[in-house]
């Protein structure tokens, strides 16, 4: 049974990354059919990767900015389920390896722990990412053919 129990994490963590790298990719097609170099779009694209994997460090401070403006502790709490539904390695954790990640020495100095936070899971984020990727292509094949028939025919 333990070697049987050591894939279970396998395909929710596959499924979420797939999802995560069509959704990259969308975006960076997305960037393609704007006509953009392909090393623009590889860097935005990349950027793109780094704000969804720093949205917990992100939000430490926009969490302390928030305390010192009056935001209620709903407000706040919804923020911070909002940072780690978006953030694919906290998601994992959570969700699918079930470690309480801001607990960690690391994370744990950011003060997010310090509030309730609903805990993300996998199939949601995992539907988020498609969703959106699906959107990006399908803008990015509607834009490519704008500019097909912007063209005329070509001879």
Do not use: K
Not at 53 to 79: H, K, N, W, Y
Not at 110 to 121: C, I, N, T
Request: charged share 10%.
């Amino acid at each position: 049974a333990a070697f049987t129990e050591s894939f279970q994490p396998f395909v929710p963590a596959a499924i979420l990354l797939a999802a995560f790298a069509a959704l990259v990719a969308g975006f960076f097609v997305f960037c393609a059919s704007l006509r953009l170099p392909p090393d623009a779009c590889q860097m935005v694209a990349g950027l793109l990767v780094v704000a969804l994997l720093g949205t917990v460090f992100c939000f430490g401070p926009v969490l302390e900015r928030a305390q010192e403006t009056g935001m209620t502790g709903d407000e706040i709490s919804r923020r911070i389920t909002l940072a780690l539904d978006m953030n694919p390695f906290l998601v994992l954790g959570y969700s699918v390896f079930h470690q309480e990640l801001l607990l960690s020495p690391s994370l744990y100095r950011l003060g997010l722990a310090d509030y309730p936070f609903a805990a993300p899971v996998w199939y949601r984020t995992a539907a988020g990412y498609a969703v959106a990727g699906t959107i990006l292509f399908a803008a990015a094949f509607g834009l490519n053919a704008l500019f097909r028939r912007a063209r005329g025919p070509v001879s």
